[in-house]
């Protein structure tokens, strides 16, 4: 499927070369395309936004009131995808192309940061509601996921998303389902807009 979609692109933009952007397990799904496909040569980039590269412990975790409480505050991790996010899955393990460069960009999010902005030493005003639709637990407002240890996009661990010898482009401060904004765009161009 990728093939014909790489072949598209390669089309319409008029180049041999094209780059690709991809999120979550899409950087996986271009990853095994990648792979799976040594010799060519027509992808010049790729820049995986909050791909789980070693797997995610939201896949290990099947505790149903935690993932409850996550998909609230972070939206459906939906089941079909749990088994290719595991640590040590194929997906999570698969060879570079030796023609391609890849990138991360990583998600550091504090749930606090989304949820309110000290306006006054007593009040918080809402600031962004996409993550948190209900009052999240101190867990997340404190340190992002109750499921991962460490910095995480509330989904996917940093260490993670920076595992497997990738160049990285750095962290935002958004959580998985909003890193779609300025700062990623602005990381990817800083690699793709030269």
């Given at each position: 499927?990728?093939?014909?979609?790489?072949?598209?692109?390669?089309?319409?933009?008029?180049?041999?070369?094209?780059?690709?952007?991809?999120?979550?397990?899409?950087?996986?799904?271009?990853?095994?395309?990648?792979?799976?496909?040594?010799?060519?040569?027509?992808?010049?980039?790729?820049?995986?936004?909050?791909t789980p590269n070693a797997g995610?412990?939201?896949?290990?975790?099947?505790?149903?009131?935690?993932?409850?409480?996550?998909?609230?505050?972070?939206?459906?991790?939906?089941d079909e995808a749990i088994n290719?996010?595991?640590?040590?899955?194929?997906?999570?393990?698969?060879?570079?192309?030796?023609?391609?460069?890849?990138?991360?960009?990583?998600?550091?999010?504090?749930?606090?940061?989304?949820?309110?902005?000290?306006?006054?030493?007593f009040t918080c005003m809402p600031?962004?509601?996409?993550?948190?639709?209900?009052?999240?637990?101190?867990?997340?407002?404190?340190?992002?996921?109750?499921?991962?240890?460490?910095?995480?996009?509330?989904?996917?661990?940093?260490?993670?998303?920076?595992?497997?010898?990738?160049?990285?482009?750095?962290?935002?401060?958004?959580?998985?389902?909003?890193?779609?904004?300025?700062?990623?765009?602005?990381?990817?161009?800083?690699?793709?807009?030269?």
């Open positions: 499927m990728l093939t014909g979609i790489v072949e598209g692109f390669k089309t319409t933009a008029h180049s041999d070369r094209i780059n690709i952007v991809a999120h979550s397990k899409g950087g996986l799904d271009a990853r095994v395309y990648l792979a799976n496909n040594p010799s060519i040569d027509d992808v010049a980039n790729l820049i995986m936004i909050g995610s412990p939201r896949a290990e975790n099947r505790d149903p009131i935690e993932i409850m409480v996550a998909n609230q505050i972070c939206g459906e991790f939906p290719d996010l595991r640590n040590g899955e194929p997906v999570t393990t698969v060879g570079m192309n030796t023609h391609t460069n890849y990138y991360t960009i990583a998600g550091d999010w504090k749930a606090l940061s989304d949820f309110c902005m000290p306006t006054s030493l600031v962004d509601y996409e993550c948190i639709d209900t009052v999240p637990m101190v867990n997340y407002l404190i340190e992002g996921s109750m499921e991962i240890n460490g910095s995480d996009d509330g989904l996917v661990p940093v260490k993670s998303v920076e595992s497997g010898g990738f160049n990285s482009l750095g962290h935002t401060d958004n959580c998985h389902t909003n890193l779609f904004g300025d700062e990623e765009f602005n990381k990817a161009m800083s690699i793709i807009g030269k």
